[in-house]
């Protein structure tokens, strides 16, 4: 019977490390061991510490290169453009887009290496949780950068705040009509989205227009209630603020269903959204849908009566009693029993996955220049993007398909054209070699360090411990021993285990010998190379 009680068991490498994928991206072995001397409690306050935000993205392109032959005078190379003007003053529209391009990249790059670069700390993949579940979607990357620092800013904070902050959000506005929904012409969009998606769920249909949580005369009547709101133009100094219009919000007072106890939204001007959101808010459904998303990101996509019972109502309950702050709940789901028991049911998504293959495996963002720590990025937003999860585009309003669509979820991840993707991708990264991305061709260099990340195995010597103790590190359960009498036949193709023992321990004695340095290498990556192909790498 699942339940929340607290984790009774022993706290060990195995136990961190399904803490830190599900919370993290990528997890190197230096964090899971500060983990470990930490104990879960602990671990669980770091994860949840909130650090300061990060820098702003940065112009990482010099003038006069690229495909684009970019020129943008509001920054520096190496400084940000954020703060330049949204609408570049520059003579032509071709110029400008180009500009927009560059700073587009600028921003998918940055918002990678805050990934990449994060160390114990859930505020990235929370971020990304609430811009899976705030789907927004704009060219402009001014745009892109203050809707993204919303939900960073908000992403272990209040979930009823995030949404009052989100529904004025320039972004948002525009990309579900909210700009456009005036008192003449009301426009749904976004009341629909605002109780089908973001708050309520529809629940299912129980009359004509009518579902289990709304009405389709409350979508009208919120439509209302949101009137006025506007967003200037691109070439206006206050293009990334949104602003009310009393002129063209709808006046008087709407009324909401009998799903609302028929109540009353009064007038309110500009702050009449807020009392709607507070209305919706009141609804205990809205702290059982956010806990249900949680826990398809966090846990599992299977929610069974049991769960729902005896896991997803207590959490709700604890949402509820915190005014929607959504931290004391999610600390009460990563520390329970019921979390730890709930391993290996998840296929990663194309960023853990890329992730997995870099970040875990000792590769970092090259330092020696912006634009090589920036290109670096871009490749592994590329791929992402080629194995459907593409940061600041989703496929629709509703967000990834693995986090919603019955009954595949997780599983949309993975089919005919994207796993042998994923499994290029990950052997790429390890034994170097040619890749075509969106039609693009790259030569990527090896870059998992292989020496430096079997250095930290006691008694490497032994390649029986060498493939136990990295398919650990690689997927956090054993493997068989067929499996492991298999992958010594990759390192050491037909040789008793004494040939690599004698090999790698003449390389600790010689380690500038290049030669033999070569061959144990060589060994390793091919090694690696097949493990990061496995079916257990996919999953975590």
């Not at 769920?201 to 439509?223: C, F, L, S």
């Amino acid at each position: 019977m699942p339940h929340l009680d607290p984790f009774s068991g022993t706290w060990t490498a195995k136990e961190a490390r399904h803490l830190l994928k599900r919370t993290s991206f990528g997890i190197p072995q230096n964090l899971v061991n500060t983990a470990v001397s930490l104990g879960l409690n602990e671990t669980i306050n770091t994860l949840f510490e909130d650090n300061p935000l990060p820098d702003p993205p940065l112009k990482y392109q010099l003038d006069g290169t690229g495909n684009d032959e970019i020129n943008d005078p509001g920054a520096n190379y190496g400084e940000t453009w954020i703060n330049a003007p949204a609408y570049p003053d520059v003579t032509t529209n071709q110029e400008r887009n180009r500009i927009y391009r560059s700073r587009n990249r600028s921003m998918y790059a940055w918002s990678f290496l805050q990934m990449q670069n994060a160390e114990m700390s859930i505020r990235e993949k929370l971020t990304l949780f609430w811009h899976n579940h705030f789907v927004s979607e704009n060219s402009n990357p001014h745009r892109e950068y203050y809707y993204m620092n919303v939900l960073r800013k908000n992403a272990l904070k209040n979930f009823k705040e995030m949404v009052k902050q989100i529904t004025v959000d320039t972004n948002m506005l525009l990309y579900l009509s909210g700009a456009q929904n005036t008192n003449i012409a009301p426009n749904e969009n976004y009341s629909r989205e605002l109780l089908e998606l973001f708050t309520i769920g529809k629940g299912n249909a129980v009359g004509n227009g009518d579902y289990t949580n709304y009405t389709e005369d409350d979508v009208i009547a919120m439509a209302k209630v949101l009137t006025g709101w506007r967003v200037r133009g691109l070439n206006n100094a206050d293009a990334l603020t949104s602003f009310f219009s009393n002129f063209r919000h709808e006046k008087g007072d709407k009324k909401l269903s009998h799903r609302f106890n028929n109540a009353v939204i009064s007038e309110n001007g500009e702050n009449e959204y807020k009392d709607l959101i507070d209305k919706i808010f009141e609804q205990n459904e809205c702290s059982r849908f956010i806990t249900r998303k949680l826990y398809r990101w966090f846990v599992n996509s299977d929610i069974t009566s049991e769960i729902e019972t005896n896991i997803i109502e207590p959490l709700a309950e604890i949402i509820r009693n915190n005014n929607y702050d959504i931290v004391p709940a999610l600390k009460k789901l990563l520390s329970s029993e019921h979390f730890f028991e709930s391993t290996f049911c998840m296929i990663k998504s194309p960023i853990d996955l890329l992730f997995s293959a870099t970040k875990s495996l000792m590769v970092t963002a090259p330092t020696t220049s912006v634009n090589e720590e920036y290109q670096f990025a871009l490749l592994v937003y590329s791929a992402c993007t080629d194995l459907s999860q593409s940061l600041l585009h989703h496929p629709d309003v509703a967000g990834w398909k693995a986090y919603y669509q019955e009954p595949l979820f997780y599983k949309t991840w993975v089919n005919s054209y994207s796993l042998p993707k994923r499994l290029d991708y990950c052997r790429v990264i390890v034994t170097g070699g040619d890749l075509v991305i969106d039609g693009k061709s790259y030569t990527i260099p090896a870059l998992v360090p292989v020496l430096l990340l079997v250095a930290s195995i006691t008694n490497a010597q032994d390649p029986n411990v060498l493939i136990t103790e990295l398919s650990n590190q690689l997927f956090n359960y054993s493997i068989t021993e067929s499996q492991i009498t298999d992958l010594k036949d990759v390192l050491i193709p037909g040789l008793p285990d004494f040939e690599w023992t004698l090999e790698y321990t003449n390389f600790l004695a010689n380690p500038s010998d290049n030669a033999l340095r070569i061959s144990v290498e060589n060994k390793l990556r091919s090694l690696l190379s097949v493990m990061v192909q496995m079916s257990e790498f996919q999953i975590m």
